[in-house]
Nanobody, 118 residues
Framework: VQLQASGGGLVQSGGSLRLSCIAS????????IGWFRQVPGKSREGVSC????????WYTDSVKGRFSVSRDNAKKTVYLQMNSLKPGDTAVYYC????????????WGQGTLVTVSS
């Protein structure tokens, strides 16, 4: 079971990036997928989450209206579209999976770096 996050890079303030999280070895529809980010020296922050059924989506307040999460279970991929990026969004972004009957995220991807320049 693996998750692979990709799509990070360097972008100017106001720009956009789309992150992808590709799952292998699982039926993606059985898992809620969360996006998290972490800045060195700071604690990890939850950014967004999509439920296993894709009927419920959550965003942290700081990204509401700018970020959008979507999933394609057939392609085993979850996307995080990030628009109107700000320097404060600079972080390593991780995706993680939580099985429907379990309360914690137990499968983590390797992270992809997003750098937003001012």
């Amino acid at each position: 079971v693996q998750l692979q996050a990709s799509g990070g890079g360097l972008v100017q303030s106001g720009g956009s990036l789309r992150l992808s999280c590709i799952a292998s070895g699982v039926t993606l529809g059985d898992y809620a997928i969360g996006w998290f980010r972490q800045v060195p020296g700071k604690s990890r922050e939850g950014v967004s989450c999509t439920s296993a059924s894709d009927s419920s989506v959550w965003y942290t307040d700081s990204v509401k209206g700018r970020f959008s999460v979507s999933r394609d279970n057939a392609k085993k991929t979850v996307y995080l579209q990030m628009n109107s990026l700000k320097p404060g969004d600079t972080a390593v972004y991780y995706c993680a999976a939580r099985y429907v009957t379990i309360s914690r995220f137990s499968i983590w991807g390797q992270g992809t770096l997003v750098t937003v320049s001012s």
